[in-house]
């Protein structure tokens, strides 16, 4: 809430909330709303002449009165009775006055709060600049304070809404640079639940998401950093199609690389005592240790996302009709949360529906028939169909073509052409429908989005968990050739390369990888040692960002085994007979 207003007969005024007035502490009655507008169009051009059409056109928009121009003279002299209330109804205005270009409102800056919040503002961020945080954090504070709602909260319009945010603007930076102020205060740990509100409120406001990244990684919240910018980038690519600005590309890489410029620094604040100095971020937890050497005692106590909810299924074998799936609790409490149910059962066309549509071709002369198969092609996204569609169109327009040109009743070449196109879109159309409507198709809503196929379901709950089990348990991922598909064996992992151990030959292959990179990746891995994340593809400048984020979803890195690690005594691939 701003202070009231000091003892003198010049009025104050607030616009950051509602509109209003203030004199010797005392809030001034402004009167109806449209004169409450006219003051406040005086007040956004605060010192300028502001002519009645302009008035008029800001107050009313496209609906002004009749009599626009009295009305705003009778609306500026009630003003003048509440802002002056001394003057003599004869002698011209002091504060409202009306000249050659219109009407002017003349107090000094200092008397309305938007004029005064912008001023401390620039000041604070002066003093920031100048590398004092810990003065410009209360000072900024101070100024949000200043803030008692939505700018111009009683008042709407198109003019009033620029001008709105324009003002929320002017607000949003100065939220920034408090944020800013405390973060090199070393005030990280208290400022992450407040950037969370900011970010939340200003979604698009790239600076506020760098500040909670940073602020998070100071707080040794690594993890949750990494997601702050994964949930920028999806908003970013959903909504705009763009990446994130370059700024936070650059914090991202930065939090990968655990830069230590990034750790909290002093060098903008004042000297701290020992005494006040911020506690350090507590050091990333180490990874979970290996299972014992004894492989079936690991398999047996291993949690729900290794080898005993999978099953294992031949590369190279066909997929039976697939049963029904088991996902671990833990990975639907994740983005897993998301995914859409399997699709329901395939059902059949019903049999009138199905007779009307056999029958169309032949009553149609086989007019409908392209129609029919494209529609088909539509609904199962088939380009096969599609074309074959386009084929029966030619052929009808064939059949037009050459009936129209056949202008006498004997015979001509065009005859047995003519027969045969009426044969293929007739019948031909007619058996085409029997086969489509014959067939059994997934039931889901027309021109909506396709249900996800099981196999694509079970393909990434089995990257899942094989990411899982190489997290958890590297050991008995690598015996089991996590991230290998070139090596036989009776794992399905979904289909993963492991960018530690995978050959040239098979990086080359991936999409987007050409065999210069491929080989950039087999002697960074041996000259500078394993990656520790499919990220430092991108950290170590083997792949563009871009790269790796399109094949983040098909790459693992496998910690290599140790050389003092024992191998396990009993292959991993073997079972007992479950009973």
């Given at each position: ?105 003349n107090v000094p800056p200092e008397a ?179 299972p014992p050497a004894d492989a079936a ?283």
């Amino acid at each position: 809430m701003v202070a009231l207003p000091d003892e003198g007969p010049s009025p104050r005024f607030e616009i950051l909330g509602r509109t209003a007035a203030w004199r010797d502490g005392r809030e001034l009655d402004l009167g109806p709303g449209k004169q409450r507008a006219v003051l406040a169009v005086l007040l956004l051009t605060l010192g300028r002449p502001v002519s009645t059409a302009s008035i008029v056109r800001a107050v009313w928009g496209d609906e002004p009165p009749d009599n626009g121009a009295n009305v705003v003279q009778k609306y500026v002299a009630g003003l003048r009775r509440v802002l002056e209330p001394d003057r003599s109804p004869r002698a011209p205005g002091r504060l409202l006055t009306l000249t050659g270009a219109g009407y002017a409102l003349n107090v000094p800056p200092e008397a309305l709060d938007a004029e005064v919040f912008q001023e401390r503002v620039r000041a604070a961020q002066a003093v920031l600049a100048g590398g004092d945080a810990a003065r410009a954090e209360p000072m900024l504070r101070e100024a949000l304070a200043m803030w008692r709602g939505p700018a111009l909260a009683d008042l709407s319009g198109s003019f009033f809404d620029a001008a709105r945010d324009r003002l929320e603007e002017t607000r949003a930076a100065g939220l920034e640079a408090c944020a800013e102020a405390a973060l090199e205060s070393g005030e990280h740990a208290r400022l992450v639940p407040e950037l969370l509100r900011l970010v939340a409120e200003f979604p698009l406001r790239e600076g506020f998401r760098y500040l909670l990244m940073l602020a998070l990684y100071r707080c040794g919240r690594q993890a949750e950093a990494l997601a702050a910018y994964r949930d920028a980038r999806d908003l970013l690519a959903d909504e705009f199609g763009v990446e994130p600005g370059e700024r936070l590309q650059n914090l991202h890489l930065g939090i990968l690389r655990s830069d230590p410029s990034l750790a909290a620094s002093t060098a903008r604040a004042p000297a701290r005592t020992p005494a006040q100095a911020p506690a350090p971020a507590d050091p990333p937890a180490d990874p979970p240790a290996d299972p014992p050497a004894d492989a079936a005692e690991a398999l047996r106590l291993a949690p729900p996302d290794p080898l005993e909810t999978i099953t294992p299924v031949p590369t190279a074998a066909v997929h039976p009709p697939p049963a029904p799936l088991y996902i671990p609790a833990h990975h639907l409490a994740g983005e897993h949360a998301a995914w859409p149910p399997p699709p329901p059962p395939a059902r059949r066309v019903a049999w009138p529906l199905r007779t009307v549509l056999l029958a169309l071709p032949v009553f149609t002369f086989g007019f409908m028939t392209w129609a029919l198969v494209v529609y088909y092609g539509a609904r199962r996204r088939s380009r096969a169909l599609a074309l074959m569609g386009a084929g029966y169109l030619v052929l009808s327009l064939l059949f037009f073509v050459g009936v129209m040109s056949t202008e006498t009743e004997q015979s001509t070449p065009w005859d047995g052409p003519i027969f045969f196109t009426v044969l293929v879109t007739m019948f031909g159309g007619a058996v085409h429908m029997a086969i489509l409507t014959a067939e059994p198709h997934p039931a889901g809503h027309q021109g909506g989005p396709p249900l996800l196929n099981v196999q694509l379901i079970e393909r990434r709950v089995r990257r899942e968990q094989a990411r899982s089990l190489a997290a958890h348990h590297p050991s008995i991922a690598r015996r089991l050739a996590v991230g290998r598909p070139d090596l036989p064996r009776t794992f399905d992992d979904g289909g993963l390369v492991d960018v530690n151990s995978a050959p040239e030959h098979l990086l080359a292959s991936l999409p987007g990888v050409d065999p210069h990179h491929a080989k950039l990746i087999v002697l960074a891995r041996t000259a500078h040692g394993p990656l520790v994340s499919v990220d430092d593809l991108a950290t170590r400048a083997i792949l563009p960002y871009q790269a790796v984020h399109a094949l983040r979803d098909m790459l693992i890195a496998v910690p290599p085994a140790a050389d003092a690690e024992p191998e396990p005594a009993v292959p991993p691939v073997e079972r007992a007979p479950r009973l």
